[in-house]
T-cell receptor, first 116, second 110 residues
């Protein structure tokens, strides 16, 4: 596909459950970002991958959140013991290179997570 | 204090009006300044970016950055109903993190 895709588009879960959110970046993009966007707010940085490694995970709110990108392409954001406060849209973005200069981030449509 | 502050809106203007959207920031290390447009239930899409201070024009859109005042603006001329969306400013220093404003919801009334 031409753009960033995210699955599922919507996820409803119960408090305490485990969820996985998937991101398929644009082919060839080495940089991948996860953001969380709460209602009425702008995207909030969670984690940045350069290739397979998490170059910056300082935005992850606590140890219930974890993300992987084992082959340097698809990434999965994992949330354990979900809480109602985790309800938000989780956005993924990819770009063609790292932090030197400016490289446009292309965003996916997001996964809307609702924790009941 | 948040890294980036954005006028909350919402903003409603008649078709053809000039729209002014603004953000202020506190981190003097920011070097890249972006404006994104986000339609409902979609991801943000980049409208314009500016490196350091100055103006940049692209069609009906003009971005301005005043680093001395830590203030950025986006102007939309001859606004159209299709411009109705949420506009997000974003900033970055040399690091990895992009800092976004809260977004301003714009409605252009035909």
């Amino acid at each position: 596909g031409a753009g960033v895709s995210q699955t599922p588009s919507n996820k409803v879960t119960e408090k305490g459950k485990y969820v996985e959110l998937r991101c398929d970046p644009i082919s060839g993009h080495t940089a991948l970002y996860w953001y969380r966007q709460s209602l009425g707010q702008g995207p909030e940085f969670l984690i940045y991958f350069q290739g397979t490694g998490a170059a910056d995970d300082s935005g992850l709110p606590n140890d219930r959140f974890f993300a992987v990108r084992p082959e340097g392409s698809v990434s999965t954001l994992k949330i354990q013991r979900t809480e109602r406060g985790d309800s938000a849209v989780y956005l993924c973005a990819s770009s063609s290179a790292g932090t030197s200069g400016y490289n446009e981030q292309f965003f996916g449509p997001g996964t809307r997570l609702t924790v009941l | 204090q948040k890294e980036v502050e954005q006028d909350p809106g919402p903003l409603s203007v008649p078709e053809g009006a000039i729209v002014s959207l603004n953000c202020t920031y506190s981190n003097s290390a920011f070097q890249y300044f972006m404006w994104y447009r986000q339609y409902s239930r979609k991801g943000p899409e980049l409208l314009m970016y500016t490196y350091s201070s100055g103006n940049k024009e692209d069609g009906r859109f003009t971005a301005q950055v005043d680093k001395s005042s830590k203030y950025i603006s986006l102007f939309i001329r001859d606004s159209q109903p299709s411009d109705s969306a949420t506009y997000l400013c974003a900033m970055r220093s040399t690091g990895n993190q992009f800092y976004f404003g809260t977004g301003t919801s714009l409605t252009v009334i035909p």
